[in-house]
């Protein structure tokens, strides 16, 4: 088995943590729509709109209105750390809720925390800036390639 089957992310966190490091790369003068990041990322719109909500409500990004608005983040790419996005779309309901038995109750559940609090003291080292730079890094060749257009 490989490691990447061993557990299963939400595609929740997945969808958030890309559409947040796309309006990192993106913003500029003028906000990041959800529909470029919906384009772009693969994001179903509908899915991506309440993901962005949940995002501005939890103050990683911020949300302005009309016909040029969009999204922008709310801090420094550095200051937002890669759990916050995780906490902000994840509730304690949902992880609570596979714990049924008396056995996952007394063992499993105390092991997947313990593993799940060293994870979250790793996530809380990486920030926005971090994968940001990472993403420009891998992508350095792709993006420095001119196009040249013959007719």
Sequence with gaps: MSRGNLFKIQKRIIYAIEAVLDIALNAGVNPVQNLAVAKRQGIPKRYLEQTLQILVKNNILVASRGPRGGYRLAKERRKIK?????KSVTTEKEVNELYK?????????????KFLEESMVYLNKISVEDIYNQYKQKNKDNSNKKVDFVI
């Design 82 to 86: 890669i759990l916050d996005i995780i």
């Design 101 to 113: 038995s008396n056995i996952s109750k007394i063992i499993i559940q105390p092991l997947i925390n």
